[in-house]
Structure formats: C-alpha cells, structure tokens
C-alpha cells in the first residue's frame, strides 16, 4: 500500500526572534505562508521588551516557541529521557557539539551549552510534527538547529547573510555547516562565493542565491521628486562595521545635515566625533527606532547613506530605493548587487572617505540625479527584490 505522504512543515529557527533586525525573516516567512507553507518559528532566546514595539513583531512573539528560559529540572528531565530512550544517538550528539567548536575552554563550555539546548529544540520540533528545520545565520543558533536535527532525524539548511558569518569563531566551523546543511541560500552571489571558498566542490551545487525582499504593497508610497537634496539619513547599528565616524568626515566640508538612526556602543565615540569636527546641529541622533518610524525618517530624507565596511545584502538600502530616496553605498560584499553604480544609486571605495564626500557632494549639487537613479532604483526593487517571488526557490527546496 502507498503511504501517505507528509506535509511539509519547516521550522524557522533564529538566536533571537523576533528582533527589530530582523524584520526580514519575518517578511520571508509571512510570503511563505501565504503561498501555502507551514512555517512555525522556534528562538533560542525571548527577545527583550525593546524588540516588540511593532504589532507585527509581538503577533509574531506570540506564535514563536522558545528553548530559553528553561528551569534546570525541565531541562534535566529533557534530557534525561533522551538518555534513556535513546543512549546512542545523545552521546554521538554530545561528541559532535564537543568538535564542533572554536579552540579553548571557553568554547567547549559554550558547546556543552549548545548540546542541551539542542535537546530541547528536537523535543519541541518532533511536539510540533516538524519536517525540515531550517535556520538563519551560521551563527551560534545555526549550532543549536543542526545538532537538533540531527538529534531529531530531520533535514537541516540554512541562510547565509554576510561577511560577519565567516569571521572568527563562525567562520571557524562554516564549512562543516554547509556540508552537512541539505542547501544553503545565499542572499548574494558574493555570500554563495564564500560558502565555495570554504567547501570541497562536491557541496557546490547546493548553495543557491535567493534574495531577501520586500513587501511592497505594505510599504508607504515612493517619495516625490526633490531635485536639490540635502537631508542625509544613515540607518544602521553604532558599531565599528558601519562606519560613521568616516561619514561624518566625509560630510564636514558640505552643506547638508545627517540623521543618524540607530544605537550602539559607538554611540559615545560618534558624538565626541561630532563635536571635534563641528558638526553640532547639523548631525541628528534619532536612536533606536522600530519598523514603521524607521521607513518614515528614511522617507522624509533627501538621500541614505549606508558606509560600511562590511556588509550582507542590506535591506536598508532595499527598503530606500523603494521608498523613492536616493543611495549610496559602500563597494563591499553584496551591495554592487543591489546598486548599479550610476544607474540605481552611488557607490565609493569602501573606508575612502575622499570618495564618499565626492559621491554625496554631487547628489548635493546636481539637481536632477537623486530622482533619476530613484525612478531606476525603485524599478529594481520591484523586479528582483519583492518578497512575493524571492521566496519560490525556499518553497521548491521545502518541497511544498
């Protein structure tokens, strides 16, 4: 007799979810769904208060399950009965953690902490009649999906984001994740060229580009034409990788004014910055802000610039060559991608700061250009960037 076959239902698992950063899986997600996907989403950790401020994010709180926080007899009993029930399969899962690591004590430590977690994701993914597990980031919660799946005997894949998920200690064990992964979205070409970097050819085939995206509809309607711009917007955390204290250099000699969102712990340094080079009342700290009140201020600027040093494929950038606001760009990672330079936006030699005032000062200058390179901006974003058709590869891969 034929079996039935089973629905597919995927796991969406991330470190920390949902998270003001992360808008984009939740956007992925919510496509998914729509075209049919069963998607339950699983964190390692509750996100803090802050994280929840849009109704989006608390709807998606409220249907997301979590490994941590767990009371020490809960996980005891976890994994005493997997113990019990199946010796086997926890000490080759527990050896595995064990390797599967950075050199050091600490990091053992650390591994022993992704093995019990793991325990328990595999309990609640075998709960909830999970078919496939699938993670964001190779990051520490990558660790904790594979070893879960593994434990539970399910496919496991993952989505790789940026520069960030090859650097010291992830970059580490990059390799053995992808050869072990059932496939890999890279959301740029250049991320799928790391994962080849790192990988014997035999893995090759299974690494495929699927971008992030948008959902347009939901979005508010494209700026007007501005002709002369002058508001700069930079959203991004106020971290070293950003940049921001060469932006502010760069932006010194000109005649506009900057808005800064986001927060960090550069935030004292950039503000010392902004004093040294007399930028007091022409720099704006707006802070953390959530979804919505970020797309306005992105809105009701003139041009963003994103100078960063490192770099995924950045949906800031995405989100305001759809908003009809002119870009620049850093040359690094996946933004060539995203921003044909002169055509959908501007891009500068990454940390020449030189360059960067060059680029912003003819946006400033040239009346005409910041609407030209929007109206072809926003054309691309429609056509490769709506999450609507960016998720078909994930749904031919989960098999729906």
Sequence with gaps: MTQPRIAPRIAYVVSQYPASSHTFIRREVDSLRRHG??????????????????????????????????????????????????????????????????????????????????????????????????????????????????????????????ISETDYPAGLMLGAKLEAAEFAACVSWFGRAQAMRVTDPAHWHK???VRCGLDLPALPAPAPAKGVRREIVCVARLSAEKGHLGLLEAIAPLDCTLTLVGDGPMLAQIEAAVARLGLTG???????????????????????????????????????MALGVPVIGSRVAGVP????????????????????RRVVARLVEEPGLGDRLATAARAKVERQFDIATAVTPLIDRFGK
Excluded at 113 to 128: G, I, K, T, Y
Excluded at 290 to 298: F, H, K, Q, V
Aim: aromatic residues 8%; glycine residues 6%.
């Design 207 to 209: 690494f495929a580009v």
């Design 282 to 320: 022409r720099v704006r700290f707006a802070g953390r802000l959530d979804e919505a009140a970020t797309l306005a201020a992105i809105a009701r600027a003139d041009l963003l610039v994103l100078p960063s040093f490192m770099e995924g494929l950045p949906i800031v950038l995405m989100e305001a």
């Design 337 to 356: 991608e995203l921003i044909e330079d002169g055509t959908e936006g501007l891009l500068f030699r990454p940390g020449d700061w030189a360059d960067l």
């Design 37 to 162: 996907v069963d998607i339950r989403t699983y964190s390692i950790r509750r996100p803090a208060p802050a994280e929840l401020k849009a109704p989006e994010d608390q709807a998606s709180f409220a249907e997301t399950g979590f490994v941590l926080p767990l009371s020490p007899l809960a996980l005891a009993c976890t994994h005493a009965r997997a113990l019990l029930s199946r010796p086997g399969a926890w000490f080759r899962l527990l050896r595995l953690a064990t390797r599967h690591r950075a050199p050091g004590a600490k990091a053992l430590l650390w591994s022993l902490f992704h093995f019990a977690e793991a325990v328990v994701l595999a309990r609640m993914l075998r709960a909830d009649g999970i078919t496939h597990v699938h993670n964001h980031f190779a990051n520490a919660g990558a660790t904790v999906g594979m070893l879960a799946a593994r434990f539970a005997g399910l496919p496991w894949s993952l989505t790789l984001h940026g």
